[in-house]
């Protein structure tokens, strides 16, 4: 690399005047904040003088940008909290636990929205039970007078129209009743069928559901059954549930808890898979859930069109020599001829040392309104391989950088034990490896926003903060690949500015 390119990185400092404002924070020497810093719980918001004010600030701002705090439940512990939530409902409902589960269960378990509006007065009490299923909207048919009064008269069952004793038949608040046997038969169909909304009254056209203490009357406890039943009851809650969210590991059990429900990164402690705590998908910031749904819909169906192109061998430019990628980074440098360039563009590499990263920015063509059909549909084709590329291309630099993390380990051990210094000596490396892979994935998830976002000044901001992130990323892969070419201090320098490019990115564009 240049001398030029250097000096851009230590300094920080931008050619472009318009971008001034972000470019004073690369130049706040005492920042100095680690990429991989954890938030400062005990931050006291104090203000200081001058431009150490502004440079704590910015620091709190990049602390709290991607921190979220969660906690992750064994299954035990999620029934321990369900039933708490339950019995604070239950007592100012005044309705059993089971019955407060249901009325949860409709408002997505949304406690201090229920507990709001039940002191609003009765009548909104009475709306919240008719609403969750459990209480008619009108008043029910009451069962025959002398049934009431003797018990042993014989009453109808509504389904197998056996006359049985009353002992012998049950019933929800609409009063229809049925014998214990087509009770039983009927939750058995429904936990079968994987309950998907719950187990309701068997009479035709009413649409009370049945309180988890009403079912398990009707099963033994110690069966198979029973245990389906509170498998898939719990199941129904977590997934209702606001702030609750499934592990998204492969037969993995936990449940991940959190306070407030945004798309934050969260990491199972038990099967260690990460994920978007609000969608479930590989997190993706800084594009928001339902730009990444559409845009990993897209790639579905758009696979077999876009695949073709992402091929591992691409010919060197100059010689023509056919090259295959092994490793991360875009920065290729020809084994034949040494000409340096650029993987995704094939252009010089020399040229991607601009402020502009040229071959991250798809041209948008300005006539392609004016165009018939078919031009139109060849031109968003077009737009849309550029940005799959480019994703494509990332994915496949993180599942490479990810097994040249496993080599420095082992390479790392082997030092230590040539005693070549020791371990504590060599985990910058491993550390500029994380920090790569996380800015690589942030680098990896701005093209579907990119994609869809309409043309304008903020995207202009935003794709110019994405080639910023992208030069000094590639740079850190680079040097990390040749890490015997460069001093610690050298790649060190390198990751503090490429997780500045990432959080000042992100400060922008993250959405809560």
């Known amino acids: ?32 904040l680690s990429s991989d810093e954890e938030p400062n719980d005990n931050y006291s918001g104090q203000k200081g003088q001058g431009d150490n004010r502004d440079n704590n600030n910015v620091k709190k701002l990049i602390q709290d940008l991607e921190y ?84 042993t008269t014989k009453i109808e069952c509504g389904v197998c129209f056996d006359l049985l004793p009353r002992q012998k038949l049950a019933w929800l608040s609409c009063m229809h009743a049925f014998c214990r046997d087509c009770w039983h038969m009927h939750i058995e169909t429904v936990v079968k069928d994987g309950m998907p909304v719950g187990v309701e009254c068997m009479a035709k056209g009413c649409s009370l559901f049945c309180p988890k203490d009403f079912v398990e009357q009707f099963l033994n ?89 992402c091929a591992n061998t691409k010919n060197c430019p100059r010689c023509n020599i056919c090259i295959e990628k092994n490793g991360g980074c875009n920065h290729i440098q020809c084994s034949k001829c040494k000409f340096n360039f650029c993987w995704m563009c094939l252009g010089d590499w020399s040229s991607h040392g601009n402020s502009y990263y040229v071959c991250s920015k798809y041209k948008e063509n300005p006539l392609i309104a004016e165009q018939n059909q078919k031009s139109q549909a060849r031109e968003a084709l077009k737009k849309y391989l550029f940005y799959f590329e480019r994703w494509e ?94 001093q610690r201090g050298d790649i060190e320098n390198q990751m503090d500015v490429a997780g500045k490019r990432r959080h000042t990115l992100l400060l922008h564009f993250l959405k809560d």
């Open 221 to 309: 406890m110690q069966s198979r059954l029973a245990m389906q039943y509170k498998i898939r009851f719990r199941d129904a809650c977590v997934t209702a549930h606001y702030l609750l969210r499934f592990c998204a590991g492969a037969d993995c059990s936990m449940v991940i808890y959190s306070k407030t429900p945004k798309a934050r990164h969260v990491k199972c402690k038990e099967c260690l898979t990460e994920f978007c705590f609000e969608c479930g998908n590989n997190y993706h910031s800084p594009t928001d859930c339902d730009t990444i749904k559409r845009w990993l819909l897209k790639c579905g169906d758009d696979s077999e069109t876009a695949h073709y192109i």
């Open 1 to 32: 690399m240049s001398d030029e390119k250097e000096t851009d990185i230590q300094s920080g400092e931008e050619s472009d005047s318009e971008y001034e404002d972000y470019d004073d924070y690369y130049n706040n020497n005492d920042d100095n």
């Open 68 to 151: 979220f705090e969660y906690e992750c439940l064994a299954t035990e512990q999620v029934d321990e909290k369900l039933e708490q939530e339950c019995a604070s409902v239950a007592s100012k409902l005044k309705v059993k636990a089971s019955v407060a589960g249901l009325v949860l269960q409709a408002n997505k378990w949304k406690t201090p929205v229920i507990l709001q509006k039940a002191t609003i007065g009765e009548d909104e009490r009475i709306k919240l039970l008719i609403n969750a299923g459990v209480q008619c909207a009108s008043a029910p048919p009451s069962l025959p007078v002398p049934v009431r009064k003797l018990a």
């Open 393 to 486: 291309n990332h994915s496949q630099s993180l599942h490479l950088e990810a097994e040249a993390r496993k080599r420095i380990q082992e390479q790392i051990e082997k030092k230590v034990m040539n005693n070549e210094g020791t371990w504590i000596d060599w985990q910058y490396l491993l550390r500029a490896g994380e920090l790569l892979a996380k800015c690589r994935l942030t680098l990896q998830n701005t093209y579907p926003l990119a994609y869809y976002s309409p043309v304008g000044a903020e995207k202009e901001l935003f794709e110019y903060q994405q080639a910023q992130l992208e030069v000094e990323i590639e740079e850190l892969s680079w040097k990390l690949e040749n890490a015997g070419s460069y």
